[in-house]
Nanobody, 125 residues
């Protein structure tokens, strides 16, 4: 198992930036591919970005492509989500997630077995 803890959420103005971190504890971090998801009030949880075990391949939702960057540092057992050019519609609780076996299902939140507690991101116009 792996335990995930997000940090770095908060408030930003439109056009601003935030960086989220996801610290992992437990079994070898490099065994897991990582995903970031978000959930706004009254909406379903949606895919934001994902990164493979070594960080060699990434994937982004169209809504964040070119603005957000996912990365990981396996030596520090941490994944990151750099969010630039933030928009009010980016406001949500952001979750990191981890799984081991099915990169092909990386965009499906139900496929992930391990989740952080979430961190709130609020973007004002």
């Amino acid at each position: 198992q792996v335990q995930l803890v997000e940090s770095g959420g908060g408030w930003a103005q439109a056009g601003g930036s935030l960086r989220l971190s996801c610290a992992a504890a437990g079994r070898a971090f490099s065994n897991y591919y990582m995903g970031w998801f978000r959930q706004a009030p009254g909406k379903e949880r949606e895919f934001v970005a994902a990164i493979t075990w070594t960080g060699g391949t990434t994937d982004y939702a169209d809504s964040v492509k070119g603005r957000f960057t996912i990365s990981r540092d396996n030596a520090k057992n941490t994944a990151y989500l750099q969010m630039n050019s933030l928009k009010p519609e980016d406001t949500a609780v952001y979750y990191c997630a981890a799984d081991t076996s099915n990169w092909g299902a990386r965009r499906a939140w139900r496929e992930y077995h391990y989740w952080g507690q979430g961190t709130q991101v609020t973007v004002s116009s």
